[in-house]
């Protein structure tokens, strides 16, 4: 069963090791829900994460935690996850101050940043335009898994 796991996500991980390259700051993932490890992209980012997004998960099980941020290290250089449920537009809030944490580890080499939004509750907000209008210093593209 594990090796049947393992094949059925070998694609995506694949693919999600391909686009982080060393311009690679870090990854924004919008979620309707908390962290739990049915949401998708939790198998791939627990691999990117050395397994700190499953221990995460774990301690927490029962808190409801809305905003997650974690660090790891891709190509010699700290790598950022930054996880937000999404309710309302106001809830960006707490990703833009992520962000303000992750300014440190950003240069101009290291300013490529991956959203992937899988939270039906931004439907009217394009995250995207919103954070290039708010951080034009940076690059950020869709994820998708």
Known sequence: MLQKMKSMHKGPIDHLSKLITPKTAGIIWLTDSPLKSTLTGVYEFNYLTNGLLTK???????????????????????????????DKAEDLKSVYNQLDISKSIMSEERNLIYLLN????????????????????????????
């Open 56 to 86: 995460s998960i774990q301690n927490t099980e029962n808190e409801q935690k809305r905003s997650n941020y974690f660090l790891t290290e891709s190509f010699g250089s700290p790598l950022f996850l930054s996880h937000q449920v999404i």
């Open 118 to 145: 899988k939270s039906l509750n931004s439907k009217n907000i394009n995250v995207l335009k919103e954070l290039i209008k708010r951080y034009a210093h940076l690059n950020f593209e869709h994820l998708n898994l």
